[in-house]
């Protein structure tokens, strides 16, 4: 073909909508695949370097993109793509930067450690050196992470340059280094850690920037995670107070988001003995947003202090259930939930049950919501004996008028329901909350409330699906106005014919269908055509089979349009 493809590919590239331009880089794949290695050499990447000078950054991007790409194309000669690459590492936008980066990272795949030492720790030490261009120092800062491990004798040189970055001037390379000091301790032997890292990292976090010191929380994690537990109380507890105790509130709420995986990786002993104060500190923050997330992060702290250290979160809980800001309420919900599973049952029952109940009532509806969901968890550690005492506060969620919270409040009922596994309480408690989503004004809940029938019936027994709950049903068929709850009603009858056998259905569900077949409201009579339909499949008597037939077939001269259509439907499978 010649010429033909890089010829094409530049008349595609004279164009003057950005987007076409665009479209025709993410091309140079192809075009390469059919130059071939020397054409890419010759032709294409002299053409990338005229492009350089006069395109714009998405076109830069797509072609920082491409190049990795065409690294894989030519793996054995891939190296002569890093002189273009070096430059685009050096540009003003950050991700025509960053893919640079990361297509360099490409072409080292294919490279032996030698030239990794020779070619790309040079490379590197250039760019980080490059004084009148901060960018291409902060791409260095990135390239040495994946290549310290492979440096060879020039590691040293690396961890000089990384630990001088760290003093710089400009806040951009500071801020990369401290994103990157976590990963790159990975790669290095651990006195380095100790001795080179800890210190640059100490540095950082008393940065004049609150972006640095901020950045420096998920390093501090990392870093952990390689030391034992003398280490990290010498080296990272230190760290960890003065960042709770930072001026800034977007450090302390960093620190926050963290804290739990912070607490694993110090280990139990420092979270029991350091860690709980610290985080006191920090649930009883002035700034509401660094709470809230406080909260959140204490659902997974609780994991990694022992039991009897909880005793000290216990008066934290109890202040955040009463706390201002709702999204703090809400958290703190389920804190109180999960907590109940490790704390023995009556610390539970006597600190923290009445302020669940008290936020069931809460204002916001979704703290209710929440609340609703815990109570579940909370019921359920305290067993079937304290269930009683939330039975009314569950039957007023069934009330609430917001569907979110009913809704939840019916799946709390099957928690409870499929956990304790007991007729009588259910009976006497829980079945009176769950039969509520037969009226509930929300298709939503209705839906959930017949979606775990099956699992109830399975579990309670067909008995009592034919004996409690179907009296249920048919008093809503009987009783109630509105259609939709006997439409309701029908389905959950149609649910217990799946379990039911045959002489159960013929003799218990289908004269109650067969009833509903006359009703008034055209959509009763065709729910129950689909209904006594299913039926039907179970039934063997041939007389009530017939009986079935009879009741549809009368149907197919309903004056109602959609009646009929059902009616002729049943009819014809």
């Keep these: ?273 350091s860690l709980i104060q610290i985080f006191s500190n920090l649930l009883k923050d002035a700034e509401s947003d660094v709470r809230v997330i406080a909260v959140k992060s204490l659902a997974k702290f609780i994991k990694f202090v022992s039991p009897e250290k909880l005793n000290l979160i216990i008066p934290l809980l109890q202040l955040l259930a009463k706390d201002a800001f709702a999204q703090v309420k809400q958290n703190a919900c389920l804190v109180i939930g999960q907590i109940a599973t490790i704390l023995p049952k009556e610390i539970s029952q006597s600190k923290l049950q009445s302020y669940l109940i008290e936020l069931m009532s809460d204002d916001n509806q979704d703290v209710r919501k929440n609340a609703a969901q815990s109570v579940g968890v909370f019921a359920a550690a305290l067993g079937p004996d304290a269930l009683g005492q939330f039975i009314p506060h569950l039957k007023k969620s069934m009330e609430d008028p917001k569907w979110r919270v009913r809704k939840e409040t019916m799946q709390t009922v099957f928690h409870l329901a499929l956990t304790i596994k007991n007729t009588d309480i259910f009976l006497k408690h829980l079945e009176p909350v769950y039969v509520l989503f037969l009226k509930d004004r929300a298709a939503e809940v209705r839906t959930i409330g017949l979606s775990r029938l099956n699992d109830l019936i399975q579990t309670y027994k067909i008995d009592w699906a034919l004996g409690s709950f179907l009296s249920k049903c048919l008093e809503t068929l009987n009783k109630d106005t509105g259609f939709l709850y006997r439409m309701n009603a029908l389905y959950a009858i149609q649910q217990i014919g799946q379990v039911a056998d045959g002489p159960m259905i013929q003799d218990k569900l289908w004269p109650i269908v067969q009833k509903c077949m006359k009703d008034n409201v055209p959509n009763i009579r065709f729910v129950s055509i689909r209904v006594a339909k299913q039926l039907s499949k179970k039934i063997d008597h041939q007389g009530t089979l017939n009986q079935i037939k009879q009741a549809i077939n009368e149907l197919t001269d309903d004056n109602d349009r959609d009646v009929k259509f059902y009616a002729q439907e049943a009819l014809q499978y």
Excluded at 150 to 164: A, D, H, I
């Design 1 to 273: 073909m010649g010429d033909n493809p890089i010829d094409v590919f530049k008349e595609d590239m004279e164009n003057e909508e950005v987007y076409l331009k665009v479209n025709a880089m993410h091309r140079a794949r192809i075009i390469a695949t059919l130059l071939g290695t020397d054409k890419i050499k010759s032709v294409l990447l002299p053409y990338f370097e005229t492009l350089m000078k006069k395109e714009d950054d998405e076109v830069l991007f797509a072609m920082a993109e491409e190049l990795g790409y065409i690294a894989q194309i030519i793996p054995q000669q891939s190296i002569c793509l890093l002189p273009i690459l070096e430059q685009l590492a050096g540009f003003d936008e950050t991700v025509v930067r960053e893919q640079a980066v990361k297509s360099i990272t490409i072409v080292c795949n294919f490279l032996q450690d030698n030239e990794i030492a020779n070619t790309i720790v040079p490379m590197i030490l250039k760019l980080a050196s490059n004084e009148a261009n901060f960018t291409c120092r902060v791409s260095a800062v990135s390239l040495m992470c994946p290549m310290y491990s492979r440096s060879g004798n020039q590691k040293e040189k690396l961890r000089q340059k990384f630990t001088e970055l760290c003093s710089e001037e400009t806040p951009m390379v500071r801020r990369a280094v401290a994103t990157k000091i976590g990963e790159i301790a990975q790669y290095m032997d651990k006195n380095h850690v100790i001795e080179v890292l800890i210190t640059v990292l100490k540095q950082l976090c008393q940065d004049e920037q609150d972006q640095v010191r901020l950045l420096c929380m998920e390093s501090i994690m990392n870093i952990a995670k390689i030391l034992n537990i003398n280490e990290n109380k010498t080296n990272i507890l230190p760290l960890i107070i003065s960042s709770a105790e930072d001026k800034s509130w977007r450090v302390r709420l960093a620190l926050s988001k963290i804290f739990a995986e912070l607490a694993e990786a110090v280990g139990k002993e420092i979270a029991d003995s």
